[in-house]
């Protein structure tokens, strides 16, 4: 994950990108493998090639990681999560992670406490709320989906079946 945030990063940010090759190439390093550590990658990947980007001017990059409970390792996915959440307020980047509230996970969260950042719930948001943006989400998938059928489907997709669909979600985007 850490090599996959590195190259997004480099792509978006110039700076960085230059860094981050300087410090891969640097001689006076052990040369730099996927297989380190979590703490080595971490140390190459982000915490050196930011090191000396000032970027007080400019609006802290976000990195998404989607589904981190798919990770197949329970260990990892707890190491990674210590890894970031340690190294966060030092870099020039937001973390916004997101998972399905499995046991190792979330106790891997409570264990650090709050002051990370935020802890939000789906199942916690109002009813309505989830319920709205699930409605607006298949109105806009399944309407320009409609826009590509046969005239014959101009009624496509109709309230009642996106009202149905809604509630099949059970408040879930799956």
């Given at each position: 994950i850490l090599s996959k945030i590195a190259i997004s990063l480099a792509l978006r940010d110039e700076r960085y990108n230059a860094e981050l090759i300087k410090e891969l190439e640097n001689p006076k390093v052990e040369p730099f493998s996927r297989?380190?550590?979590?703490?080595?990658?971490?140390?190459?990947?982000?915490?050196?090639?930011?090191?000396?980007?000032?970027?007080?001017?400019?609006?802290?990059?976000?990195?998404v990681v989607d589904a981190l409970d798919e990770c197949s390792d329970?260990?990892?996915?707890?190491?990674?999560?210590?890894?970031?959440?340690?190294?966060?307020?030092?870099?020039?980047?937001?973390?916004?992670?997101?998972?399905?509230?499995?046991?190792?996970?979330?106790q891997q969260l409570e264990h650090m406490g709050y002051t990370i950042g935020w802890v939000l719930r789906l199942h916690d948001i109002e009813q309505d709320i989830v319920e709205a943006d699930i409605r607006l989400y298949l109105t806009n998938g399944l309407c320009e989906i409609g826009r590509t059928l046969p005239r014959t489907y101009s009624d496509w997709p109709s309230a009642s079946d996106i009202q149905i669909l809604t509630d099949r979600s059970g408040r879930l985007f799956i």
């Open positions: 297989h380190c550590n979590l703490k080595i990658q971490t140390e190459r990947l982000l915490l050196r090639p930011f090191q000396d980007i000032h970027s007080s001017a400019q609006r802290p990059l976000v990195v329970e260990n990892s996915t707890g190491n990674l999560l210590v890894e970031l959440i340690k190294v966060a307020r030092q870099l020039p980047i937001k973390f916004f992670l997101t998972s399905r509230p499995e046991p190792h996970i979330r």
